[in-house]
C-alpha cells in the first residue's frame, strides 16, 4: 500500500493548513489512520487518529482542540485540519494506517510533507 501525504508548507503562527493523505490501498475502509509528526532532532511523536468509519477520533494533549481528523472513504484519503499553529508544529507530518485508535497499532507508513510554522 502507498500513502502519499501532501498540504504542507509555510504560515504564520496563529495560521491554518489542511493536509491531506490519499491511500491506494482498496479496503481503506477497513483501516484506522493517523497522523504523526517528527520535529528535527526529536522522535517521532503521535498527533492523532481516526476509526474506520470515521465516527471517533483520538487526540495527543498538544493539539487536542486545535487540529481535526477526518476521513473520506469513498476518496480514500485522511485529512488533518490545523488551526491556531504554533512554532512548535513545525514538522514533517506523516500518515499511517493501522488496526486501531492506539498509537502502537500503526504499522504502514506514508511519505511525509513538511509544515513550518513561522513566529
Known amino acids: 500500500v502507498q500513502l502519499q501525504a501532501s498540504g504542507g508548507g509555510l504560515v504564520q503562527t496563529g495560521g491554518s493548513l489542511r493536509l491531506s493523505c490519499a491511500s491506494s490501498?482498496?479496503?481503506?475502509?477497513?483501516?484506522?489512520m493517523g497522523w504523526f509528526r517528527q520535529a528535527p532532532g526529536k522522535e517521532r511523536e503521535f498527533v492523532g487518529s481516526?476509526?474506520?468509519?470515521?465516527?471517533?477520533?483520538y487526540y495527543s494533549d498538544s493539539v487536542k482542540g486545535r487540529f481535526t481528523i477526518s476521513r473520506d472513504n469513498a476518496k480514500k484519503t485522511v485529512y488533518l485540519q490545523m488551526n491556531s499553529l504554533k512554532p512548535e508544529d513545525t514538522a514533517v507530518y506523516y500518515c499511517?494506517?493501522?488496526?486501531?485508535?492506539?498509537?502502537?497499532?500503526?504499522?504502514?507508513w506514508g511519505q511525509g510533507t513538511l509544515v513550518t510554522v513561522s513566529s
Open positions: 499511517a494506517e493501522g488496526g486501531s485508535l492506539h498509537p502502537a497499532a500503526f504499522d504502514i
Open positions: 490501498r482498496r479496503t481503506f475502509s477497513s483501516y484506522a
Open positions: 481516526i476509526n474506520r468509519s470515521g465516527g471517533s477520533t
